[in-house]
């Protein structure tokens, strides 16, 4: 069975740094290109980056409100997905949610973790 | 940026009823279309892929269907667990997009 786990999530003040984690199980997790989405308080679904799968040397993809801020990094020997979040603004308080692609390129998200809050305010 | 039009952006339904839901990409996606079904403080679940493959476990009684850049969700008789919130997103390109969501209500 599938699993996405995520911890992490806090409040914390704007400017502030945050590790999101997202603990793995069921498949192979070194196949598969992972995402992070958010959704904040009462709103849509926002992609925030891709984390590609080891064929594809684990590179990343990031939404341009966080490019430059937000790192996607994995361990492959814990089967964790990790969103380093530096320069924290008020706008990215919002639940976080790891997402499996289905396979590699051009494949579809088939599960969603359930999602770690972070709020940021002073 | 490739732009998701999702509408309606909410409707009323009664069970039993036939519901259709659009959404619109502003270029072409291949087919790269997944509908998601979210209910109130869980996460997302996954409907359909490809614009038309049903996901694993998911009933029947959700389709999808496509012509070029226009796309449907259809529940046929809506059930009293399909009242929720469902989003479209591509995943042709970068950065992935979705639509900003229908909900269906009573």
């Known amino acids: 069975e599938v699993q996405l786990v995520e911890s992490g999530g806090d409040l914390v003040q704007p400017g502030g740094s945050l590790r999101l984690s997202c603990a793995a199980s069921?498949?192979?997790?070194?196949?598969?290109?992972m995402d992070w989405v958010r959704q904040a308080p009462g709103k849509g679904l926002e992609w925030v980056g891709r984390?590609?799968?080891?064929?594809?040397?684990?590179?990343?993809e990031y939404a341009a409100s966080v490019k430059g801020r937000f790192i996607i990094s994995r361990d492959e020997s814990k089967n964790s997905l990790y969103l380093q979040m530096n320069s924290l603004r008020t706008e990215d308080t919002a639940v976080y949610h790891c997402?499996?692609?289905?396979?590699?390129?051009?494949?579809?998200?088939?599960?969603w973790g359930q999602g770690s809050l972070v709020t940021v305010s002073s | 940026d490739i732009q998701m039009t999702q509408s309606p952006s909410s409707l009323s339904a009664s069970v039993g009823d036939r519901v259709t839901i659009t959404c619109r990409a502003s270029?072409?996606?291949?087919?790269?279309l997944a509908w998601l079904q979210q209910k109130p403080g869980k996460a997302p679940n996954s409907l359909i892929y490809g614009a038309s493959s049903l996901q694993s476990g998911v009933p029947s009684r959700f389709s999808g269907s496509s012509s070029g850049t226009h796309f449907t969700l259809t529940i046929d008789s809506l059930q009293p667990e399909d009242f929720a919130t469902y989003f479209c997103q591509q995943y042709h390109d970068y950065p992935l997009t979705f639509g900003g969501g229908t909900k269906v209500e009573i």
């Open positions: 069921g498949f192979t997790f070194s196949d598969h290109y």
């Open positions: 997402v499996r692609a289905s396979g590699g390129s051009y494949s579809d998200p088939d599960y």
């Open positions: 270029q072409g996606i291949s087919n790269r």
């Open positions: 984390s590609r799968n080891k064929a594809n040397d684990y590179s990343t």
